[in-house]
């Protein structure tokens, strides 16, 4: 069955370092992939996404890279603030056949 | 942006009875609306997709005439827990399409249910 996992449960990074944030999916008829952070007690937000025709995308402090080949995503974000502490989510998306899988979730934890 | 207003954001209720959550598009028309389940420290899990004007398709495992979904209109979706139990305290998150597009989602704040 279809599964999207992340490498790492919990991510520790120095304010100003940059993070990455890894994730590892099964489904290669997948063809969106989308990146999530949820801070607690609230919902998750879109943070940027990536179709399977692509590689890479960057937007603000963010670049997602998607390597088909080895069914592997992830999140880099640039100068990481203590505002970026969150849980992120990676989900991937079957367009087709209309289903999204989100991952387990990675807790980043941003130190001053 | 597009924003989905989802009420009330915590509820408390005694076993037995129903709660209904509420989740509105605020400035845009949702054609369809998924509904979330979220345990601590876990992932979303997708409990139902539910269609404006159409029965909501619901995930293998979820019941349905527990968990009514009502998609009357463009703007509201609701999610009715009826006879709740505490086990059915979790965070209750919405999401919403963005047009008709499969790409691009919205989501609510999320609703956290505990039942006593």
């Known amino acids: 069955g279809e599964s999207v996992g992340l490498h790492l449960p919990t991510l520790s990074v120095q304010e100003g370092d940059n993070s990455i944030i890894n994730c590892a999916y099964s489904?290669?008829?997948?063809?969106?992939f989308i990146w999530y952070k949820q801070e607690s007690g609230k919902g998750p937000q879109f943070i940027i996404d990536?179709?399977?025709?692509?590689d890479k995308r960057q937007g603000q402090r963010v670049t997602v890279l998607l390597n088909k080949t080895v069914k592997h995503l992830s999140l880099q974000i640039a100068a990481t603030q203590p505002g970026d502490s969150a849980v992120y989510f990676c989900?991937?998306?079957?367009?087709?056949?209309?289903?999204?899988?989100f991952g387990d979730g990675t807790t980043l934890t941003v130190k001053p | 942006g597009a924003v989905v207003s989802q009420h009330p954001s915590w509820v408390i209720c005694k076993s037995g009875t129903s709660v209904k959550i509420e989740c509105r598009s605020l400035?845009?028309?949702?054609?369809?609306m998924f509904w979330y389940r979220q345990f601590p420290k876990q992932s979303l899990m997708l409990m139902a997709t539910?269609?404006?004007?159409?029965?909501?398709?619901?995930e293998q495992g979820v019941e349905k005439d527990k968990f009514l979904i009502n998609h009357a209109s463009l703007t509201l979706s609701t999610l009715t827990v009826t006879s709740a139990h505490p086990e059915d305290s979790s965070f209750y998150i919405c999401?919403?399409?963005?047009?008709?597009?499969?790409?691009?989602?919205?989501f609510g704040s999320g609703t956290r249910l505990t039942v006593v």
């Open positions: 999401s919403a399409r963005l047009g008709m597009r499969d790409y691009g989602y919205t």
């Open positions: 990536i179709r399977s025709n692509m």
């Open positions: 539910s269609n404006e004007g159409s029965k909501a398709t619901y």
């Open positions: 989900a991937e998306r079957n367009t087709n056949a209309g289903k999204s899988t």
């Open positions: 400035d845009f028309q949702a054609t369809t």
């Open positions: 489904n290669s008829a997948s063809d969106y």
